[in-house]
């Protein structure tokens, strides 16, 4: 920042020259939001940790929240109303990483329907449950699937709002695929992306207990069959 650029909010005029007051006072709330931010990491990686240990039915507390974190009770009512709030924020930033993991995956394609196939693979196997006893950062625990489905039935509104980043990209994919004419034209992009998603969601969490099945999960088998569900209702015939 230069002497010369003002601080936003500032009732100064643009062109005045900022006085050194105003550098230290932003300077002292760039530490302050840092501080913030880093004690908000904290309490999420927390979060996130406990999560990949919690089994079904057994969700962790605020305090061992807040124990796991190394920070006070005090400190986490300063950032978070309650535990809902919390769990919100998780689903946020489990919502948002997925995007930019997927946003990296389909960057690897150079073709509309390239790019479309792989971001239907690739968030099917995000989709499908950790392994019991290996908890992995990159697919939903139950405590936090459990929470999934709850905000979708009881939070439509929240549970849209988190959904942004990642139905915002695939609306985008299906933009370019349709550009290019690979997917049927006239089609909803925004419905239809809320449509594939929730079959693939739907079909990793769900699928072998509707049909019965007790075989070992074949991740890359389901993920090149719900490509062919998906792709049989949009793409235009070859």
Same mark, same amino acid.
């Given at each position: 920042?230069?002497? +010369?650029? *003002? ?9 005045? *020259? ?6 230290? #006072? ?27 240990? &919690?089994?079904?039915?057994? +969700? ?6 807040v124990d796991r974190s190394g920070q006070s ?19 946020d930033e489990a919502i948002r990483a997925t995007?930019?993991?997927?946003? +990296? ?5 150079? =073709? ?7 971001? #239907? ?9 950790? *392994?019991?006893?290996?908890?992995? =950062? ?19 509104? +929240? &549970? ?23 997917? %049927? ?9 809320? #449509? ?7 079909? &990793?969490?769900?699928? *072998? ?11 890359? %088998? ?5 490509? =062919? ?10």
């Amino acid at each position: 920042m230069s002497a +010369e650029t *003002p601080v936003a909010g500032s009732s100064a005029p643009a062109d005045a *020259p900022l006085r050194r007051r105003d550098l230290a #006072v932003a300077r002292s709330l760039d530490s302050a939001r840092l501080r913030s931010e880093g004690r908000v990491q904290r309490f999420l990686d927390a979060g996130f940790e406990l999560l990949a240990r &919690a089994e079904s039915g057994k +969700e962790f507390t605020v305090q061992e929240v807040v124990d796991r974190s190394g920070q006070s009770l005090r400190s986490f009512y300063q950032y978070f109303a309650g535990k809902h709030e919390l769990l919100l924020a998780l689903f946020d930033e489990a919502i948002r990483a997925t995007a930019e993991r997927l946003e +990296e995956q389909i960057a690897l394609e150079d =073709k509309a329907l390239d790019r479309l196939h792989r971001f #239907v693979v690739e968030y099917y196997r995000m989709c499908l449950p950790a *392994p019991k006893g290996r908890p992995s =950062k990159n697919n939903p625990t139950p405590v936090m699937a459990e929470f999934c489905h709850q905000l979708l039935t009881s939070h439509q509104a +929240e &549970a849209s709002r988190a959904f942004v980043p990642l139905a915002s990209l695939l609306e985008n994919v299906l933009d370019e695929a349709a550009e290019a004419g690979v997917v %049927r034209p006239g089609l909803l992009h925004a419905q239809v992306a809320g #449509v594939i998603l929730s079959t693939i969601m739907f079909n &990793a969490a769900y699928a *072998p207990t509707i049909s019965g099945s007790e075989e070992p999960r074949d991740g890359d %088998r389901e993920a090149k069959e719900i490509w =062919k569900f998906v792709s049989g209702g949009i793409v235009t015939a070859s």
